[in-house]
T-cell receptor, first 116, second 114 residues
């Protein structure tokens, strides 16, 4: 069964702290894609990153980094030196090659609050 | 700005009514997806159209229907509305509708059923 679990419902940090958002997924497919999206208070969903199941290299983009580990079926997202503008709900999502058309299966989201 | 547009931004209506939500994909994108976001169900996939044809269906109610027109814009029709249909409805588009294509989301339509 396909499933994405974000166990952390809410996280609150103080500005400049590092924070890691956890994502665990379940899939029977050997080919799949993982995504992170950000939903700021304005409501739109913003694409952050895509990884495929064959590429376990970690990725860094500015203050953002992602750790993909197939052995633990996890795709965690770290924000370094958090800022107030990082406050948002973050969603992890899965797309399986076996699903025609690439529908996204989302986790429940983690609400991150960064306080000044 | 993702380049995906949705209208209207807000919609307030009564139970039993019918509404139409509209989506225009990013220029050049052939695929349109519809998702529903509610407090109890989270973000749920409804339906996917690729170049005018239905490609995949999620847990979309029979009261809901969608289509994609030759100019690639899409409409989601919700009928016999119930209180539980109140939600944020997102449209997303992608280049081809392949599994690996990232989807770009519109700003959403917030539907309130009273």
């Amino acid at each position: 069964a396909q499933k994405v679990t974000q166990a952390q419902t809410e996280i609150s940090v103080v500005e400049k702290e590092d924070v890691t958002l956890d994502c665990v997924y379940e899939t029977r497919d050997t080919t799949y894609y993982l995504f992170w999206y950000k939903q700021p208070p304005s409501g739109e969903l913003v694409f952050l990153i895509r990884r495929n199941s064959f590429d376990e290299q970690n990725e860094i983009s500015g203050r953002y980094s992602w750790n993909f580990q197939k052995s633990t079926s996890s795709f965690n997202f770290t924000i370094t030196a958090s800022q107030v503008v990082d406050s948002a709900v973050y969603f992890c999502a899965l797309s399986e090659a076996g699903n025609q058309g690439g529908k996204l299966i989302f986790g429940q989201g983690t609400e991150l609050s960064v306080k000044p | 700005d993702s380049g995906v547009t949705q209208t209207p931004k807000h919609l307030i209506t009564a139970t039993g009514q019918r509404v139409t939500l509209r989506c225009s994909p990013r220029s050049g994108d052939l695929s349109v997806y519809w998702y529903q976001q509610s407090l109890d169900q989270g973000l749920q996939f409804l339906i996917h159209y690729y170049n005018g044809e239905e490609r995949a269906k999620g847990n979309i109610l029979e009261r809901f229907s969608a289509q994609q027109f030759p100019d690639l814009h899409s409409e989601l029709n919700l009928s016999s509305l119930e209180l539980g249909d109140s939600a944020l409805y997102f449209c997303a588009s992608s280049a081809r509708g392949e599994t690996y294509n990232e989807q770009f989301f519109g700003p959403g339509t917030r539907l309130t059923v009273l």
